[in-house]
């Protein structure tokens, strides 16, 4: 290959390795086969890389995916207004939403908060969902935020904020996993689940 | 390949791929290594939290030839240190240190010394000491433990003594020299020196000194903590070549250049 050449090819590895959990030999394994592919194929990928750029942008109220100003979410008239519940990610919302018990509305922090990568308040725009409570309405705000140190950070934080409002604040229960042997749970997670038990 | 156990500390853990993890960690026999945790964020991993940040574990592992990474293949929970993850403040001391621990040591670099010392420092958080101060105090002694001691007894620079007992009014600190300057070389350095108590003096040497179960016994005034924390402040950024996370999150706040450098 000539120089220019590799200069073309290594640009598209330099791409590629930015992407999450993507090193340089899968970003190398990768920019081959995008040579190799025919060209329709690979500029079907450019294109739908330049559709999301273009025609997607996040929700002015709840910041998740949305194609207009709201998203689906927040324009249904059918979800339950008064419940706020907070995901770290999109993919999350999408998660609960496939469970069908949740019909309230959402709030996107796209991160969560973390001492340990110096992920600050101001990075996850929690004053965004703080605004939100003081439009008035708003009963309880359920925290789905990840029970790792990232999440634990950030469900902490924005109880100390929302208390304040008036508002109920709950977090998800979290424990052992439906079908999994009691014997096999490790200390911190029975921990948890007999912290987060319930009457029945 | 190699099976190999030891105790160990998670500094650290970052996704990898579709369900794995990459953890850093501090363990008492082989010092810092990194390892990777096949299928650690799915619903049914065998690791469970054991993985998780501040956990110390028995770690089970396998040397991969020809690769710096390990091959994590149990984690059975030692000390859980539930209680630093149930509070901002003790959380971010303690990501402080481990951050501290990840930044000066090398891969392999055995220093069963720096593994106890965290231990401990975790300990002394979650046991209600308190945060700021004991979180200072560790780093001191983390530092004095990885080859970066804060040099306290003479001038960096010219040798002259310059310790409490020296009659020298005027103390400064160099965080780059990494240690006290006599007021002569202070004013001919060209970076800024840090003014230095004798309190102060006192305290960061008693903190280098002493075994780490006499460390939370020390006291400190506010005005000789906050000189303290500015000296160790400027001296690890120094040292890491990096801004670390705040180690008081809630401190940090209000002011957000304290998250400015992520990497
Ligand atoms: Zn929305
Ligand atoms: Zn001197």
């Given at each position: 290959?000539?120089?220019?050449?590799?200069?073309?090819?290594?640009?598209?590895?330099?791409?590629?390795?930015?992407?999450?959990?993507?090193?340089?030999?899968?970003?190398?394994?990768?920019?081959?086969?995008?040579?190799?592919?025919?060209?329709?194929?690979?500029?079907?990928?450019a294109?739908?890389?330049?559709?999301?750029?273009?025609?997607?942008?996040?929700?002015?109220?709840?910041?998740?995916i949305?194609?207009?100003?709201?998203?689906?979410?927040?324009?249904d008239?059918?979800?339950?207004?008064s419940?706020?519940?907070?995901v770290?990610?999109?993919?999350?919302?999408?998660?609960?939403?496939?469970?069908?018990?949740?019909?309230?509305?959402?709030?996107?922090?796209?991160?969560?908060?973390?001492?340990?990568?110096?992920?600050?308040?101001?990075?996850?725009?929690?004053?965004?969902?703080?605004?939100?409570?003081?439009?008035?309405?708003?009963?309880?705000v359920?925290?789905?935020?990840?029970?790792?140190?990232?999440?634990?950070?950030?469900?902490?934080?924005?109880?100390?904020?929302?208390?304040?409002?008036?508002?109920?604040?709950?977090?998800?229960?979290?424990?052992?996993?439906?079908?999994?042997?009691?014997?096999?749970?490790?200390?911190?997670?029975?921990?948890?689940?007999?912290e987060?038990?319930?009457?029945? | 390949?190699?099976?190999?156990?030891?105790p160990?500390?998670?500094?650290?853990?970052?996704?990898?791929?579709?369900?794995?993890?990459?953890?850093?960690?501090?363990?008492l026999?082989?010092?810092?290594?990194?390892?990777?945790?096949?299928?650690?964020?799915?619903?049914?991993?065998?690791?469970?939290?054991?993985?998780?940040?501040?956990?110390?574990?028995?770690?089970?592992?396998?040397e991969?030839?020809?690769?710096?990474l390990?091959?994590?293949?149990q984690a059975?929970?030692?000390?859980?240190?539930v209680?630093?993850?149930?509070?901002?403040?003790?959380?971010?001391g303690?990501?402080?240190?481990?951050?501290l621990?990840?930044?000066?040591?090398?891969?392999?670099?055995?220093?069963?010394?720096?593994?106890?010392?965290?231990?401990?420092?975790?300990?002394?958080?979650?046991?209600?000491?308190d945060?700021a101060?004991?979180?200072?105090?560790?780093?001191?002694?983390?530092?004095?433990?990885?080859?970066?001691?804060?040099?306290?007894?003479h001038?960096?620079?010219?040798?002259?003594?310059?310790?409490?007992?020296?009659?020298?009014?005027?103390?400064?600190?160099a965080?780059?020299?990494?240690?006290?300057?006599?007021?002569?070389?202070?004013?001919?350095?060209?970076?800024?020196?840090?003014?230095?108590?004798?309190?102060?003096?006192?305290?960061?040497?008693?903190?280098?000194?002493?075994?780490?179960?006499?460390?939370?016994?020390?006291?400190?005034?506010?005005?000789?903590?906050a000189?303290?924390?500015?000296?160790?402040?400027?001296?690890?950024?120094v040292?890491?070549?990096?801004?670390?996370?705040?180690?008081?999150?809630?401190?940090?706040?209000?002011?957000?250049?304290?998250?400015?450098?992520?990497?």
């Amino acid at each position: 290959m000539s120089v220019e050449h590799r200069g073309l090819l290594s640009q598209l590895v330099r791409e590629l390795v930015r992407l999450p959990g993507i090193g340089h030999k899968t970003a190398q394994r990768l920019a081959f086969h995008i040579l190799k592919t025919d060209g329709e194929e690979a500029l079907r990928l450019a294109d739908a890389i330049r559709a999301v750029k273009e025609r997607l942008a996040f929700c002015r109220q709840c910041r998740n995916i949305a194609e207009e100003e709201l998203c689906e979410f927040c324009r249904d008239p059918k979800r339950d207004r008064s419940t706020i519940l907070v995901v770290e990610e999109p993919s999350t919302l999408y998660a609960i939403e496939r469970t069908a018990s949740f019909r309230g509305l959402y709030h996107v922090l796209l991160g969560a908060l973390s001492p340990l990568d110096g992920v600050g308040p101001s990075d996850i725009r929690a004053q965004d969902l703080i605004d939100r409570l003081q439009g008035g309405g708003v009963k309880e705000v359920i925290l789905a935020t990840s029970p790792t140190i990232e999440g634990e950070a950030t469900a902490i934080y924005l109880t100390k904020l929302i208390k304040p409002h008036g508002v109920h604040v709950s977090r998800i229960a979290y424990g052992v996993p439906v079908g999994m042997d009691l014997d096999y749970a490790d200390e911190v997670t029975l921990t948890k689940s007999i912290e987060g038990r319930r009457d029945l | 390949m190699p099976l190999l156990k030891t105790p160990a500390i998670t500094l650290n853990s970052r996704k990898w791929g579709e369900a794995d993890r990459i953890v850093t960690f501090y363990t008492l026999r082989f010092g810092k290594l990194r390892g990777v945790a096949r299928g650690a964020r799915r619903m049914k991993s065998r690791f469970g939290s054991a993985l998780e940040p501040f956990v110390q574990c028995e770690l089970n592992l396998f040397e991969k030839h020809g690769d710096s990474l390990y091959r994590i293949t149990q984690a059975d929970i030692r000390e859980a240190f539930v209680g630093l993850r149930e509070d901002l403040t003790l959380m971010s001391g303690a990501a402080r240190l481990a951050n501290l621990v990840a930044a000066v040591t090398g891969e392999g670099d055995q220093g069963p010394r720096i593994f106890e010392t965290l231990v401990s420092g975790f300990r002394s958080l979650e046991d209600g000491n308190d945060p700021a101060l004991t979180t200072l105090l560790y780093q001191i002694k983390l530092l004095g433990l990885t080859g970066f001691r804060p040099q306290t007894d003479h001038c960096t620079a010219c040798s002259a003594a310059v310790g409490p007992t020296s009659g020298t009014v005027l103390r400064q600190f160099a965080p780059t020299s990494g240690g006290l300057v006599c007021p002569d070389c202070a004013r001919r350095r060209p970076e800024r020196c840090l003014p230095i108590s004798p309190g102060s003096l006192a305290l960061l040497q008693q903190a280098l000194r002493w075994t780490p179960d006499v460390v939370t016994r020390l006291k400190a005034t506010g005005q000789v903590r906050a000189e303290l924390e500015a000296v160790i402040e400027a001296y690890v950024t120094v040292v890491t070549g990096k801004h670390l996370p705040p180690a008081n999150f809630l401190a940090a706040e209000g002011n957000p250049q304290a998250y400015g450098t992520r990497d």
